[in-house]
């Protein structure tokens, strides 16, 4: 299986811009689809964004449709989730996920997460 590393949390003030990357290891990350779950205190788990293995194309949740940017990079293994114009609800702890063709986001390998906090 593939194991994710999450970098790119902090701390930010409303409006502004973070960028989180998702390192991959241990098996063919062009064979995987990305993805960004996050999960606010007191609240269900929220799909965020996917990026596919076959075209690179990338869907959104509304809540971040045209803020946030998913790509990817094979040749380094990683995934960026770029976030600008952050609000204060998208504060959450960010998790990586990675799936191969014909498994469910939900069910591939997780990344530890990383804390993300918008403050006004």
């Known amino acids: 299986q593939v194991q994710l590393v999450e970098s790119g949390g902090g701390l930010v003030q409303a409006g502004g811009s973070l960028r989180l990357s998702c390192t991959a290891s241990?098996?063919?990350?062009?064979?995987?689809?990305m993805g960004w779950f996050r999960q606010a205190p007191g609240r269900n788990g929220e799909f965020v964004a996917s990026?596919?293995?076959?075209?690179?194309?990338?869907i959104y949740a509304n809540s971040v449709k045209g803020r946030f940017t998913l790509s990817r990079d094979n040749a380094r293994n990683t995934a960026y989730l770029q976030m600008n114009s952050l609000k204060v609800e998208d504060t959450a702890v960010y998790y990586c996920?990675?799936?191969?063709?014909?498994?469910?986001?939900?069910?591939?390998?997780w990344g530890q997460g990383t804390q993300v906090t918008v403050s006004l």
């Open positions: 241990g098996r063919t990350f062009s064979d995987y689809s």
């Open positions: 990026i596919n293995s076959v075209d690179g194309s990338a």
């Open positions: 996920v990675a799936a191969q063709a014909g498994t469910a986001l939900t069910e591939g390998n």
